[in-house]
């Protein structure tokens, strides 16, 4: 079985755990070999994560054994396997939010020895870090003022250092755009090079076929098999899911012509959004694209009245709200599905139910009167849980025992319980697997077809691609194309994408 050419660096066999109810992971063997890209690919709630994070030490299985070039070992926690030269960027951040980037990236790095260096030397070496990745982000600044994205890329540096041997990576593109995934698959096929074994999450069939030389499917917590890189698409997907997937993405209705928002050379006050004028209308899937910092989560935050606004007028059936606040434009119809589930959305150690029900718990449906309905908040928010195909459906399972994907499924489920007649909804799909994807797509269109109005914020271009009749570019803060439904293709958004040839400055 072991082939004397291939190094194996990581060797699990029989790995168990178990959380009450779930059997998170049921006997799993799996290998790592020096200087491969190995894929671990299965359903929301298989039991990725779960693996990565006992290879990781911050877990501790409930049974099978783990040995490091050939060597069994047992790892009591991050900072033993680090020890061992194994590093993970999880999908939930480790980052300390307030202290700096250059902290952050430095203290990983020499752990103990943080007090005795002096901060100008942490500042020369975390920027040293950074210019390494070319990636343009301020050493000072506080991480919790950095956007989901660029926590992503300090927690990347911080994971690759030179005693490396192991690189975990749990759906490390799911915040970032083409362009800082391009280099991130650089740095990837770099550190595959140095003969660093990579173990890489991901629900993007994109991902795999550029990057995987074997590929692990998950299904329930368990192996089902390896297979090597290059496995076509269909095969992949049925193994994870057992079934055949048809279209991913389904028919669009004709989409309607009366103007639900409207805004008008709108410009915040950070400058983020300059002068953009763009129009929602009911049974329309509008589509945002651009790079991070092009501004078009920011333009979709400022109709919901979460970012200050400048100039500029924003209506919404004609009634104007420019600078409402957000419990206002709610009232008038619109709900907004935020991209950052972890800070913006899931009440982590309560109910799901809770996240799933908030914003509308004085609905007659949940309430009567002012009297909550306890039964009825559980019914409505189970309904939904099934309705978007979570796994378990259980309303009652704390948000954060939920995997990653589930917990995006319930934000949306939030999102779309409203009853709403626009739907404003930042990266909809991140960390839902393919199976899940589906589900998602057609909810969009159902909206549509319903003649709600849509906005589907995405730097996923296949979405954009496939599921929008109308599409705003955004670059550097303005909105550089719209293209309707002949005009939508990759070439062209990429063009209005890049829109200036100066090259980004900080990310603000
Ligand atoms: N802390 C926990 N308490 C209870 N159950 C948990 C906990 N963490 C994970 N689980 C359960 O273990 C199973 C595996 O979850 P895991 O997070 O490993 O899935 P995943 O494959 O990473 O999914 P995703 O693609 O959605 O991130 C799921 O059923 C999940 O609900
Ligand atoms: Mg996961």
């Known amino acids: 079985m072991t082939d004397p050419d291939h190094k194996v660096v990581l060797r699990v066999r029989g790995l168990t755990k178990k959380y009450p109810g779930v059997t998170a992971l049921d006997g799993v063997d799996f290998e ?8 671990l690919f299965g359903e929301n709630g298989a039991g990725k994560s779960t693996l990565i994070s006992i290879i990781s030490g911050a877990q501790h299985p409930d049974g099978g054994t783990i040995e490091v070039n050939g060597r069994p070992v047992h790892l009591a926690g991050v900072a033993a396997a680090r020890g061992l030269g194994i590093s993970a960027v999880f999908q939930e951040f480790s980052l300390m939010p307030t202290m700096t980037v250059a902290e952050n990236l430095v203290m990983g790095a020499e752990p103990g020895r943080f007090g005795l260096i002096n901060r100008r030397r942490v ?5 040293e870090r950074l210019d390494e990745f070319d990636f343009h982000i301020s050493p000072d600044r506080l991480v919790e003022t950095l956007s989901r994205a660029e926590q992503q890329m300090v927690e990347i540096a911080k994971a690759f250092r030179p005693e490396l ?7 490390p593109t799911a915040s970032l755009t083409e362009e800082e995934s391009e280099r991130l698959f650089s740095l990837v096929e770099e550190a595959r090079g140095r003969g660093i074994g990579i173990v890489y999450i991901t629900h993007r069939m994109a991902e795999i076929r550029r990057l995987a030389n074997r590929v692990t499917v998950l299904r329930d917590g368990k192996l089902i098999t390896t297979v090597p890189g290059g496995t076509p698409d269909d095969e992949l997907i049925n193994l994870m899911t057992g079934r055949v997937v048809e279209d991913l993405y389904p028919e669009l209705p004709e989409p309607g012509t009366r103007v639900v928002l409207a805004a008008r050379d709108l410009s915040t006050f950070d400058g983020a959004v300059r002068n953009a004028t763009f129009e929602l209308r009911a049974g329309e899937i509008v589509g945002f694209a651009g790079l991070m ?25 004609g009634a104007d709200l420019t600078r409402a606040r957000p419990a206002r434009v709610m009232k008038a119809g619109v709900v907004y599905l935020p991209s950052d589930r972890k800070t913006e959305g899931l009440l982590l150690n309560r109910p799901l139910r809770e996240t799933v029900t ?11 009167g002012p009297v909550l309905r306890p039964g009825r908040e559980s019914a409505v928010a189970g309904d939904m ?9 259980d309303p009652e399972r704390t948000a954060d025992s939920y995997s990653g994907g589930n917990q995006q499924k319930g934000l949306l489920g939030r999102a779309l319980l409203g009853d709403c007649s626009t739907y404003l909804l930042d990266e ?5 697997d393919v199976g899940a994807r589906v589900t998602i797509y057609d909810q969009i ?15 996923e271009l296949p979405e954009i691609l496939h599921l929008c009749h109308r599409v705003y570019v955004f670059a550097h803060g303005t909105i550089t194309a719209e293209l309707r439904q002949d005009d939508i293709n990759e070439q062209t958004i990429l063009r209005h994408m890049m829109h200036w040839d100066e090259p980004a400055k900080e990310i603000a």
Do not use: Y
């Open 165 to 171: 041997s192991v690189l975990i990576l749990d759906e």
């Open 445 to 459: 269109v159902e909206l549509a077809r319903q003649g709600n109005a849509v906005l589907v914020i995405s730097s």
């Open 358 to 368: 908030l914003p509308w718990l004085h609905r007659g449906s949940i309430s009567s």
């Open 123 to 127: 500042r020369r070496l975390a920027q």
């Open 428 to 432: 909809p799909t991140v960390g839902v």
């Open 293 to 317: 910092g092009s501004g078009k989560s920011t333009a979709a935050r400022a109709c919901f009245g979460l970012e200050r606004v400048d100039s500029g007028t924003l209506t919404i059936d």
């Open 32 to 39: 790592l070999r020096k200087g491969e890209v190995h894929v």
């Open 385 to 393: 849980l099934r309705r978007m195909k979570l796994s378990p459906p």
